[in-house]
């Protein structure tokens, strides 16, 4: 099993920033990336970010060139920064584990909010 605790959500004006943590505990070695999903009301749950043990990166279209996901495998966490940040990237942001083989392991899920 992989528990994950995220942290870093919140309320933020258009054009602004934020930073999102995700720690990694438990069966960690079953990884083979980390990432990123989000889900608005109404809407499916969608990528966000995702990289890979080996360092590849995927991103979704609509954050590309605002979005930076990075890791820190020693502290086994998975951040995502957030810049210029849109009122349509309001959603719940949950962290996500891919093991070799079975379900993916999701977070407790954050709210980012992006009003004036």
């Known amino acids: 099993q992989v528990q994950l605790v995220e942290s870093g959500g919140g309320l933020v004006h258009p054009g602004g920033s934020l930073r999102l943590s995700c720690a990694a505990s438990?069966?960690?070695?079953?990884?083979?990336?980390m990432g990123w999903y989000r889900q608005a009301p109404g809407k499916q749950r969608e990528l966000v970010a995702e990289?890979?043990?080996?360092?590849?990166?995927n991103y979704a279209d609509s954050v590309k060139g605002r979005f930076t996901i990075s890791r820190d495998r020693a502290k086994n966490t998975v951040y995502l920064q957030m810049n210029v940040l849109k009122p349509e990237d309001t959603a719940v942001y949950y962290c996500?584990?891919?093991?070799?083989?079975?379900?993916?392991?999701w977070g407790q899920g954050t709210q980012v909010t992006v009003s004036s």
């Open positions: 990289m890979t043990n080996g360092g590849n990166t």
């Open positions: 438990g069966s960690i070695f079953r990884l083979t990336a």
């Open positions: 996500s584990a891919r093991p070799t083989m079975g379900n993916i392991y």
